[in-house]
């Protein structure tokens, strides 16, 4: 019920599909994005959706590089 844990799931997820930090772009889509994945329900799939159409996934940063 803590709107800061939808804003937290929301960056994590665009963070981790784009494998850099969140910048000012970023912020002002998870701005809208946030409320939408709330009052939906909070459904994972969902928010996959709206990451991957967002203009933040076209600027996906470099490859992370594989540990050994």
Same mark, same amino acid.
């Given at each position: 019920?803590?709107?800061?844990?939808?804003?937290?799931? *929301?960056?994590?997820? #665009?963070?981790? +599909? %784009?494998?850099?930090? $969140?910048?000012? !772009? *970023?912020?002002?889509? #998870?701005?809208? +994005? %946030?409320?939408?994945? $709330?009052?939906? !329900?909070?459904?994972?799939?969902?928010?996959?959706?709206?990451?991957?159409?967002?203009?933040?996934?076209?600027?996906?940063?470099?490859?992370?590089?594989?540990?050994?």
């Amino acid at each position: 019920k803590n709107p800061a844990t939808s804003q937290c799931i *929301d960056q994590r997820v #665009m963070e981790y +599909a %784009t494998g850099r930090t $969140a910048d000012d !772009g *970023d912020w002002a889509w #998870m701005d809208e +994005a %946030t409320p939408e994945f $709330a009052a939906g !329900g909070h459904v994972i799939p969902a928010l996959l959706r709206q990451v991957a159409t967002s203009d933040g996934f076209s600027r996906a940063g470099p490859a992370l590089a594989a540990k050994d």
